[in-house]
């Protein structure tokens, strides 16, 4: 297990969450803390749990596949994909949510974090540690998290930015080298 590719793939991860959080403080006028600490914790903490049920379903899976390696390069590349159509065909928030209720924040937390759940599978296959992986994960959505609900905040402006584009090429690039390296 590289400490690159896990960060690499936490950074990737965490771009869903920095777009939501990011859009989060775009709709909170006058931001609290306690506010943004609220979004940053429920985005890390599902972000950081979910590969750990996708690592469970996986363990499950590789007894069924035999070169599992191409397995988890075409979950990476799928997921990376998916990420970059989205990023392109999303359109902005047109009904405003408040993003402190606790129901829409699991909501988003959970939405945010189906391509976490994913990955887990992959990390499986890889043998990544599982729990520092998810530590990693949790950490950096956490710091983009608080970050994003901060920016949007202030600037309003980065709403328009594709980082879940970003994210998805990165994600390939990681299936890509699974393909070929391994």
């Known amino acids: 297990m590289e400490i690159s590719s896990i960060i690499s793939i936490a950074i990737a991860l965490s771009f869903d969450s920095f777009a ?19 979004i940053a ?9 979910f590969p ?8 499950g899976i590789q007894k069924l ?4 390696y191409y397995l988890a390069a075409a979950i990476f590349i799928t997921i990376g994909i998916k990420l970059v159509y989205q990023g392109f065909k999303r ?7 408040n993003p402190i209720n606790t129901i829409v924040l699991i909501g988003l937390s959970v939405a945010t974090s189906v ?11 890889v043998n990544f540690e599982i729990f520092f992986s998810m530590a990693v994960i949790a950490i950096v959505t956490f710091i983009f998290s608080i970050a994003g609900v901060y ?5 309003q ?12 090429v990165i994600l390939i690039i990681f299936g890509l080298r699974i393909l070929f390296f391994n």
């Open 65 to 68: 596949f035999a070169d599992y």
């Open 157 to 168: 402006k980065l709403i328009k930015m594709r980082f879940d584009i970003i994210g998805g």
């Open 115 to 125: 391509d976490a759940l994913i990955v887990g599978i992959g990390f499986s296959f």
């Open 52 to 59: 750990f049920f996708g690592w469970l379903i996986g363990e």
């Open 91 to 97: 359109n902005p928030i047109k009904t405003p949510i």
């Open 20 to 38: 939501v959080a990011t859009t989060s403080g775009f709709l909170i006028k006058k931001i609290k803390i306690s506010q943004a600490l609220k």
């Open 151 to 155: 920016i949007g905040n202030k600037t």
């Open 41 to 49: 914790v429920f985005f890390a903490v599902f972000q950081g749990v």
